[in-house]
């Protein structure tokens, strides 16, 4: 099982980026998808994420300004993010969890069990 994140880089603030995150080794078709990202010298902290049963939940940092969707065919999950702030800038992570778990527990690390390399994001003021 793979999982492999692109479409990082640097923006200024107000702008915008589409995070991509390809999965590969399995059907996802049944599997939760998220996002997380960490900043430096921050914990790794909960983006949002894609449940095809429960459907998606969203940190409230960035509620209203982030999406996040699926391409079930081509195992892809992007997060369209808007509105960027400095505030923003870390390394983003997908992640994938094929044990089902409730929606409520969606929003910790612990519920998913593949992780993508990550990749940068960053916003200038």
């Known amino acids: 099982v793979q999982l492999q994140a692109f479409g990082g880089g640097l923006v200024q603030a107000g702008g915008s980026l589409r995070l991509s995150c390809a999965a590969s080794?399995?059907?996802?078709?049944?599997?939760?998808m998220g996002w997380f990202r960490q900043a430096p010298g921050k914990e790794r902290e909960f983006v949002a994420t894609?449940?095809?049963?429960?459907?998606?939940r969203y940190a409230d940092s960035v509620k209203g300004r982030f999406t996040i969707s699926r391409d079930y065919a081509g195992n892809i999950v992007y997060l369209q993010m808007s509105r960027l702030e400095p505030e923003d800038t870390a390394v983003y992570y997908c992640?994938?969890?094929?044990?089902?778990?409730?929606?409520?527990?969606?929003?910790?690390?612990?519920?998913?069990?593949?992780w993508g390399q990550g990749t940068q994001v960053t916003v200038s003021s």
């Open positions: 080794g399995r059907a996802f078709r049944d599997v939760h």
């Open positions: 992640a994938a969890g094929s044990r089902r778990i409730v929606f409520s527990m969606l929003d910790t690390a612990t519920a998913y069990d593949y």
């Open positions: 894609l449940s095809r049963s429960q459907g998606n």
